[in-house]
């Protein structure tokens, strides 16, 4: 994947912050137990540093694969709420791991992209990069989105970036 740093990064508002109930593992900040992702745009990327714990640790020191899973898998789902602004469900991912990410590193960087889009089927790329760079993890995501309506009754409604509002 190629990493577009001509782009000037725009933090993106997470539309359900308020919402009673909200309790996503992957990006609530107010879930306890969560991983708590924030995440960017970047040209046609969206992107995400992640400071991993130990917490997370499956081998000593390594991040575990179902953590990465988790990360890879959310960071897709918010491409399909900004890129496309709607909501969608994961219906396939295929994760390949490449190295072990160390919990001791400061900040690991996962970045996503639409690379096909039929109808309401959209396959993305992401990639997990540990602190010095190096591709750890991939996957490709096949998300099924939902038509505005439906994404309306999941009370996703926009996802903006900071300068939008």
């Given at each position: ?66 953590i ?61 990069c540990?602190?010095?760079?190096q ?31």
């Amino acid at each position: 994947m190629e990493n577009n740093t001509s782009c000037q990064r725009k933090k993106i508002l997470n539309p359900f912050v308020h919402l009673e109930g909200y309790n996503c593992f992957g990006c609530a900040p107010g879930n306890p137990f969560g991983v708590k992702m924030e995440f960017y745009e970047e040209g046609d990327d969206i992107v995400s540093c992640w400071q991993p714990k130990s917490e997370y640790q499956g081998w000593l020191n390594t991040l575990h694969g179902g953590i990465q899973a988790v990360l890879l898998d959310e960071i897709c789902g918010w491409v399909v709420m900004r890129k496309l602004q709607t909501a969608g469900v994961t219906s396939k991912m295929e994760t390949r791991y490449l190295r072990p990410v160390s919990t001791l590193d400061e900040c690991i960087t996962l970045r996503a992209r639409i690379t096909e889009q039929r109808r309401n089927i959209v396959n993305i790329e992401a990639e997990l990069c540990n602190a010095a760079g190096q591709v750890c993890t991939r996957a490709l995501c096949t998300y099924f989105t939902f038509p505005q309506k439906k994404a309306r009754e999941m009370h996703f409604h926009h996802c903006h970036t900071e300068d939008e509002v």
